[in-house]
């Protein structure tokens, strides 16, 4: 039998965390799911839990002049109702599960969760995302792109939680989202697909592109968007061969019950052509 | 008299909406004991030793050796052991029951459990033949001697998978010499004839009551009388009340599901004519026989579609292979059928360069015409005018020209199909004999006793509405129990589309007589199922009449598919149907969305597939169904078309709103993406496989 602990402030859950091994549970959408046992048991936790989802100074959305920060804790139905997110964000979170399970489910959750198929993670890569992580005596940063190693593999330190994202404000031109799922409504991705871009007098001055579900991590690279920033949108789209021979070889997905790697590969440079193809001059 | 039609509330609506309605995981005994399965961890081969750990007290294990009767489930054909002695023909074949009060220390025992397997090389492909028909039709083959030529094409069909939202479960308890199962069931005759057999014991001595059904689809026809029997077995010996309960994975990975199937056509064309056709139809019937035999009947005497088709030369196998048992499923055989004819059809004018709609529609069957086993279409056959309707209310004509352009990918399809009501050939006569019964009450209340199930598509409210029309009595006087097979005759299986057409004629008549002795005070009146004397069947060399009466319908798809996804967007859809007379016009509303979202979502989405004999889609995660917002908008025309053996005229409508989905959505998006389709679903992964690779 594993003990559970309901953390009812910050101070309490991290002093626990110092203590001993935690399997830290948030909205548990994830866990409860991923820890199932028959109808009428008990969750087949295999480690001691510690809930967070009572801790409410971590559930809130902010802003200063640079960022926008989300707590931990923060519903998805919260993130979806808030004018202070970016419409990309809402436009991922109401494309995940259900109204039910995103009244409990959280951003952390998808992060920590760290499945190739998390759809927040396309667009919180996008977006440049940086999570504040606290232990006891520790706050530190770090990029979710260098926090998310693996799949469902974090850089989290047995003492620590994810306290918030934090999102840094930019201007694009344009950006969007699209999940590829089997059907409309609560469907896990077969690929997913985040872009944007700015323009400023016909030059490409920014331009973003991330995977989802085709490799073991989102897959971004600054070293090909950088290739191509400072071009003109006329030349930009005149390389549009380059562009997806660049990410060509970046797009590894693999076949599984849901979908196969051809089909995830075609369509994710579909995806990227259809992006390419639409920017506008200005 | 007010019009039967006219729509009242489900009598269900308000104990399923608030809850209230008490499903078998509801249920609770005092002393309970839960009961878990062993299975086979390999696909073929044999147990060669099971090493058990110590079982602890109040605990049980419970197998082959503990089957007094026959160790066989009885079905129609009888090759299901209740437990396997020790061959293996599937992965997760049931081995035992491991049974006790707590399911923490059950799994405990299973997980300890050891089995030493000699494994053999398990058939997956199609080759191992275990029934095979064929039947003739006016020349058969000979017409092919003087054809002009011959057009042949191939189609496919998958597993498809009922997904009830209850799944399979029942409890059973032990009073003196008499075992009682209740469960979630569409059949409490089947499930008490196989525990007869299994237990040995005198009828009178088990009882089957149905509990609240949550969802079917023919899943529980066949599937609950293994599992049935399996816990009567235990109940028997161990005499404590049990219960046993799939878990959905469990569920997903071991019962019954459509057979994929594969048919081959060729036709002989002469003067740009189909003078007949040739078939073959394989469908893969799983490691045991079961109903199989009986589906691919249903899907070869659905050959010709809703045409009619002079010179027939029709031929089909079941193959066992090592997987999954398949059986029931809503359709029965024909929703594979249906699509692969109405594809060819469509792929022969294409080839013949003639405009497909006038080529189907000139062939289409007609009253007196003869069936592909050379039975007659006796009644009114209203397929013009439907058609005439879902053209014009779904504006085909301009949308199917629109839509020839190949850069703008929508497209819409039109499926014509029909269904034969009621059990194939001979059954009701000679397997069935339906018998109903109905009480009066002294306090002037009518009670219905009928072995029909509730499982939702509201036979409980349809049956009492009829009963009280006829009475001319309120609703509420007539009383209509989940049927318990200690009180009420076997009036046959919740199947086969036959429930409101042949029960619900039985119980009309019944309900006639009842009407003119009302005054007596207390009487019961019994009818048994008379075949009309001019419906003749031979089963062994198919000839003559397979069903006494048909449906009729046409489906209507809209579709869009994204260029750059490949995904299909469902538009609209646009239904006709003769069902014959609605006894009540929402009920069949009811079936008329549910069964074109099952069809249609046969046909375009639901992937289910096999991998060395392990299905990989085991639960509703990877099992894609359309959700509410896959479905669009659906509008629905009823056309009244009474059968003279029909309660005020009824037919089946159950299973006919299915059948005509897949090849409807099939052919939209062959329309969409201006490339032959030849196999369902017709997922993303192949409309870009077809996009990208085939010819036109
Ligand atoms: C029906 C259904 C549909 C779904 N649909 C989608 C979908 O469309 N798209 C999608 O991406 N996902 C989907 N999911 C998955 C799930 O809902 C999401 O991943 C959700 O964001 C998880 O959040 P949670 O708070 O419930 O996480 P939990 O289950 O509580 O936790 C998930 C993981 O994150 C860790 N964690 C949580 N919070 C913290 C923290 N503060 N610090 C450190 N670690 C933490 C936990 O330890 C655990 O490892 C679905 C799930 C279900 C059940």
Redesign the pocket.
Known sequence: MVDGLIAKSLNEALEALDNKEY???????????QNRSHSGMNIDYKKDVLY??LIDE?DFIKVDEKNLYIG??TR?ETILESKLVPQILRDVVI????PG?RH??????????A?P????LVVLYLLDCELEIKSLTKTRKVLLKDFITGVRK?A?NKN????KLIIPKINLTDCYFHKV?PRLS????KLSFACGYSVENSIIKDLRVAFGAVYVTVVRSREVEGKFIGQSVNDLKANLDDIINAYEPLIKPIDDQRSNRVYRKNVAINLLREFIENIKED | MKDISKSINKVDNEEKISGSAEYIADIKMDGMLYAMTLRSSIVKGEIIKISYPKIPDNYYVIDHKDVQGKNIVKIIYDDMPIFTTKKISYLHEPIALVIGPEKEKIVEILDSIEIKYKEEEPQFEWEDSVVDFHFDKGEGERVFDHADKVISYDYETGYQEQAYIETQGFIGYQDGDKTTLIGSIQCPYYVKNALIQALDSEPENVRVIQSTVGGAFGGKEEFPSLIGCQLAVAVKKIKKPIQLIYEREEDMLVTTKRHPAKIHFDAAIKENKIKGIKAHVGIDGGATIGLSGVVLSRAMLACSGAYTIDNLDITGDVYKTNTVPNGAFRGFGAPQMMFAIEMFVEHIAKDLNIDPLEFRKSILAKQNDHTSTNGVYRDPILMPEMIEKAMKESDYLRKKKAYANPNIFKGIGMSFFFHGCGFTGSGEKKIIKARVRLRKHKNNKAEILIAAVDMGQGVKTTFRKLVANILEIDIENVIFNNPDTDYVPDSGPTVASRTMMIVGGLVARAAKEMKQRWREDEFVVEKQYKQPDYIKYDEENFIGDAYPAYSWGVNVVEVEVSKTTYQVKLVKTWSVYDGGKAIDEKVVLGQADGGLAQGVGYGYLEVMNHKQGKIQQKNM?DYIIPTAKDMPDMETYLYDNPYAFGPYGAKGVGELTLVGGAPAVAKAIENAINKRIYKIPVTPEYIMELINNAKN
């Open positions: 399997q830290i549970v948030a909205g548990g959408t994830d866990m409860l799911i967070i989802n971590l931990a804790n998805l494309e995940m599960a259900s399970i409990t489910a959280t951003l952390a959750g998808n992060i920590g969760n499945s198929a998390g759809d927040s974090i989290l620590e939680l994810i306290t799922g609560d469907a896990i991705s | 995660t």
